[in-house]
């Protein structure tokens, strides 16, 4: 079965800190999908990133960083120069690769709180 | 595209009557999954349909609860009848994945269910 860990429930930084969120992941597939959401305080989520389990490359999208390690079962995300708006619970997901099947598992995310 | 279009927002209604909550996925996406957000529970998936048929209603909490799929452009889910303990944010979701493609989840604006 598949099953996603944050063991971070919450963190709270000033603005302009970096912040790394973990995600810890099981699954006997050897596809599968990867992928972060961000809830803001409206609630709606929102699709950051997906990543295949076939494809390592770290990837970059302005102050978010996203790093893959298949070898340790974990796919992290960093925030650079963190602001308020970033403030929000994030989730990280999970899908296996079974061709009749592909529901996202959550992890139980973490809230990140940016003070000003 | 929209994107998730799901009706209501917010439904405030009484213990015992029949709620109906509606979705509209992305058009051509092959997948539709309905979740359920609470504080205690976190984000469970309750049913995911694959090309309009369920793949899987495990997470269905019981019998009170249905879903539908008449269509690759609508699903309803329904709660009959309803109790306090179903109060909680319903969330519907598409996605595509043909192969080794796979977009990831968009997810509508939720459902805000009360039932007091």
């Known amino acids: 079965a598949q099953k996603v860990t944050q063991a971070q429930t919450e963190i709270s930084v000033v603005e302009k800190e970096d912040v790394t969120l973990d995600c810890v992941y099981e699954?006997?597939?050897?596809?599968?999908?990867l992928f972060w959401y961000k809830q803001p305080p409206s609630g709606e989520l929102v699709f950051l990133i997906r990543r295949n389990s076939f494809d390592e490359q770290n990837e970059i999208s302005g102050r978010y960083s996203w790093n893959f390690q298949k070898s340790t079962s974990s796919f992290n995300f960093t925030i650079t120069a963190s602001q308020v708006v970033d403030s929000a619970v994030y989730f990280c997901?999970?899908?296996?690769?079974?061709?009749?099947?592909?529901?996202?598992?959550f992890g139980g995310g973490t809230r990140v709180l940016v003070k000003p | 595209d929209a994107g998730v279009i799901q009706s209501p927002r917010h439904e405030v209604t009484e213990m015992g009557q029949e709620v109906t909550l509606r979705c509209k996925p992305i058009?051509?996406?092959?997948?539709l999954f309905w979740y359920r957000q609470t504080m205690m529970r976190g984000l469970e998936l309750l049913i995911y349909f694959n090309n309009n048929v369920p793949i899987d209603d495990s997470g269905m909490p019981e019998d009170r609860f249905s879903a539908k799929m008449p269509n690759a452009s609508f699903s309803t889910l329904k709660i009959q009848p309803s109790e306090p303990r179903d109060s909680a944010v319903y969330f519907c979701?598409?996605?595509?994945?043909?192969?080794?493609?796979?977009?990831?989840?968009?997810f509508g604006q939720g459902t805000r269910l009360t039932v007091v």
């Open positions: 997901a999970l899908s296996e690769g079974k061709a009749a099947g592909n529901k996202l598992t």
């Open positions: 979701a598409s996605s595509f994945r043909q192969g080794r493609v796979e977009l990831g989840a968009f």
């Open positions: 058009s051509g996406h092959n997948s």
């Open positions: 699954t006997r597939d050897t596809t599968y999908y």
